[in-house]
């Protein structure tokens, strides 16, 4: 405890002395008379009153006591917590660590109020400004490689301040792990430490300590609606992504584009209430799938992202037989695989086992082969008929819940299938060696949704619903169901 402490209280006995000086001692009533003779006639309780009195509330008296009081408790603050405001200033020395989330989602913002990010260095600035003789002040700037920053004297806490003040978002995605060994790290062992996180959201560190938020979730809903790729002439690929917007007012909204887990590219899109947008990634050769993420922090999660595959996976130069009578999302979503050549030829066909020589898929549409006319390649079935050999349908779910899904499956790898409305769908009883992936519920009954096997000694995998019924082809998660389901029966990703 500081020495202060028990001389403030000391002189606490200061104020018990004016007391009882104003009680023993007080300035004598003046009474005017013309001559001494009439002393005698003074009242006696005047000319002997009592030695000790009641003090008198007097101006001096207070002022004496409030003079006393105030040297008093600035003797004693430095050592007592609850006197921290007194003065203006803090009691203790602290080191007041900020973590600065500096994420691609802080470049969010509304028109006319700024991005996320402007506000959080604004108040990191706020907060830097508290600064006194005696603190220590650490800047954890947590992006994809964090920068730590300290000060300890006024100086450095001005350089430190300019330098919040041009900061350029870095973006990417921090580590929470590695944020929280920095935080430890930082730690001063001789101060008390004041932690506070300035984020969006998007940041969650263990280890306590306050969260200041920047950014309040907007109602309503923005989604990657539709991609298309193009291959680069100097190797790579070109991708246009377009953004539907559903919210209240303008707004910048952030996206990312990832491979191979790194970030390929970044970037804004600003949008006015129910306007469609676009972005466009170049992204670079030797990466079979780049993942294009919205950074919005709506309701809706699932349509904020959409995987497309690159072609450098084996799916370049396809040749794709089509098996339908009536074409349509189906045909349209292989057809835009980079490279593939579709040939659509109806269920009656004859001889689809000749025609389909030397083809690496075969995709059959409400049609399944005759047990001697199955061709010599991987099988796509959507919504078959009845097989007797493979599977048989025992009834029909007017719109099936979704209940399980196998994301461990690279067929079903980053889709998300939550919120589809799968129409009138089949309820096929399988044999014992197929695998559900996607299974869904009517009632007490399964309903499986999606499931894989082997087919006349083929692998298949087969979709229970019809697209042509259902919202998935309004969604972006389609064509990323299609060009997975297609890449593992006949890429590099077949069993």
């Known amino acids: 405890m500081s020495w202060l402490f028990p001389a403030g209280a000391a002189a606490s006995v200061a104020m018990l002395a004016i007391v009882l000086l104003h009680m023993r001692h007080r300035l004598p009533e003046v009474i005017p008379f013309p001559l001494l003779a009439f002393w005698p006639r003074v009242p006696s309780e005047t000319r002997e009153s009592p030695r000790w009195r009641r003090p008198p509330l007097t101006l001096l008296f207070l002022l004496q006591l409030l003079i006393a009081l105030l040297l008093v408790l600035a003797f004693m603050r430095p050592a007592i917590p609850g006197l921290d405001a007194f003065g203006g200033q803090r009691t203790g020395a602290i080191q007041h660590l900020i973590v600065l989330d500096a994420s691609t989602s802080m470049a969010a913002g509304s028109a006319g109020t700024g991005t996320r990010w402007e506000a959080a260095l604004r108040e990191a600035d706020a907060l830097a400004g508290d600064w006194q003789q005696g603190d220590g002040l650490t800047v954890i700037l947590a992006a994809s490689e964090p920068v730590v920053r300290s000060a300890a004297d006024s100086r450095q806490v001005g350089e430190l301040r300019d330098w919040l003040r041009g ?51 907007a109602p309503g809903n923005v989604a990657i609606v539709s991609t298309t790729t193009s291959p680069l002439a100097g190797g790579g690929t070109f991708i246009e992504a ?34 469609t947008g676009r972005f466009e990634v170049r992204a670079p050769s030797g990466y079979d799938r780049v993942t294009l993420e919205l950074v919005a922090g709506d309701a809706m999660p699932a349509d904020d992202r959409a995987v497309v595959m690159t072609g450098s996976s084996g799916l370049a130069g396809l040749s794709i037989v089509l098996v339908s009578d009536v074409p349509g999302p189906l045909q349209r979503a ?58 048989q349908i025992g009834g029909v779910s007017p719109n099936p819940v979704l209940a399980e899904i196998a994301s461990d499956d690279p067929i079903l790898r980053d889709v998300a299938l939550d919120g589809v409305r799968y129409g009138e769908t089949p309820i096929y009883i399988l044999p014992e060696d197929a695998r559900i992936l996607a299974g869904g519920v009517e009632g007490e009954t399964t309903v499986p949704l999606i499931w894989r096997g082997t087919f006349a000694e083929h692998p298949y ?13 309004d969604r972006v998660v389609f064509p990323m169901l299609v060009g997975q389901t297609v890449y593992a029966l006949a890429g590099s990703g077949g069993d």
């Open 167 to 217: 900061l350029v978002l870095p973006g990417g995605t921090p580590d929470g792990a590695e944020i929280s060994r920095l935080i430890d790290a930082s730690e001063l062992p001789d101060l008390d430490r004041r932690l506070t996180v300035i984020t969006d959201g998007g940041l969650e560190l263990s280890g306590g300590g306050s969260v200041t938020r920047v950014a309040d979730g």
């Open 242 to 275: 377009d953004v539907l917007h559903d919210r209240p007012g303008t707004e910048t909204i952030p996206w990312v584009a990832r491979a191979g887990g790194q970030d390929v590219a970044s970037g804004t899109v600003t949008l006015a209430e129910g306007a």
């Open 334 to 391: 292989l057809e835009v695989l980079p490279g593939a050549t579709v040939e659509v030829y109806p269920s009656s066909t004859p001889g689809l086992s000749a025609i389909a020589t030397n083809v690496d898929l075969v995709v059959y549409d409400a049609s399944a082969p005759a047990p001697t006319d199955v061709p010599d390649a991987p099988l796509l079935f959507v919504q078959p008929p009845g097989v007797d050999s493979a599977w």
């Open 461 to 473: 995998v087969a979709w229970a619903f019809d697209p042509g019924s259902s919202n998935i082809v």
